[in-house]
């Protein structure tokens, strides 16, 4: 299986800050990697799919880059609305796996 | 717009199978561009792939559950359903379903596909405990 390595596993940032987490995964997996919020008592959100795309709807302060092994996903102006827990995700071998996920939080 | 909805028990005794059922509605499940999925989370952890069905009836499943696992389509209904077999307290999780959104594109002469969790249902917590 295809391991995915976030981190931090917890952040405290203001608003309005920018705010960076990234992703490793243990063998090359191009750019087949999207990200997810998952706020408390919640599903999972898709924000970016295939590493650097914005899904519909999905503000525009949220990004995402990387390619191989190494992935990055950012926030450019911390909102209060953006306190959850962010996962990346790879797709390019089955099983599909997670991230261990990073929570965010308003400092 | 779409939507999905789990359904099923919130308890199971251990060693029984657990059930759930997935009700896709304002869309058909039989859509040619789309998996449906199932993926768990137990308390405060966080998040893991369980498998996913084609409306043809194929199916892929991460082989740690393999064993004990079966996904099944029943297009008439609209709905796909999961079943595991044989559950332990470790198998207590909110259990999701998610439809899979597939974009097929051609480089170098190769076909790549493009997959993306892009609906989800609301999730069900199942409990297994005596």
């Known amino acids: 299986d295809i391991q995915m390595t976030q981190s931090p596993s917890s952040l405290s940032a203001s608003v309005g800050d920018r705010v960076t987490i990234t992703c490793q995964a243990s063998?090359?997996?191009?750019?087949?990697l999207n990200w997810y919020q998952q706020k408390p008592g919640k599903a999972p959100k898709l924000l970016i799919y295939?590493?650097?795309n914005l899904e519909t709807g999905v503000p525009s302060r949220f990004s995402g880059s990387g390619s191989g092994t190494d992935f990055t996903f950012t926030i450019s102006s911390l909102q209060p609305e953006d306190i959850a827990t962010y996962y990346c995700?790879?797709?390019?071998?089955?099983?599909?796996?997670f991230g261990q996920g990073t929570r965010l939080e308003i400092k | 717009q779409v939507q999905l909805q789990e359904s099923g028990p919130g308890l199971v005794k251990p060693s029984q199978t657990l059930s759930l059922t997935c009700t896709v509605s304002?869309?058909?499940?039989?859509?040619?561009?789309?998996?449906w999925s199932w993926i768990r989370q137990p308390p405060g952890k966080g998040l893991e792939w369980i498998g996913y069905?084609?409306?043809?009836?194929?199916?892929y499943y991460n082989p740690s559950l393999k064993s004990r696992v079966t996904i099944s389509v029943d297009t008439s209904k609209n709905q796909f359903s999961l079943k595991l077999s044989s559950v332990t307290a470790a198998d207590t999780a909110v259990y999701y379903c998610?439809?899979?959104?597939?974009?097929?594109?051609?480089?170098?002469?190769?076909?790549?596909?493009?997959?993306?969790?892009?609906?989800w249902g609301q999730g069900t917590m199942v409990t297994v405990s005596s």
């Open positions: 998610a439809r899979v959104r597939r974009v097929v594109t051609m480089v170098r002469g190769a076909f790549i596909k493009h997959d993306a969790f892009d609906i």
């Open positions: 304002g869309g058909s499940i039989s859509s040619g561009d789309y998996y």
């Open positions: 069905i084609y409306y043809s009836g194929s199916t």
């Open positions: 063998q090359d997996i191009s750019n087949y």
């Open positions: 295939d590493a650097s």
């Open positions: 995700q790879q797709y390019d071998n089955l099983p599909v796996t």
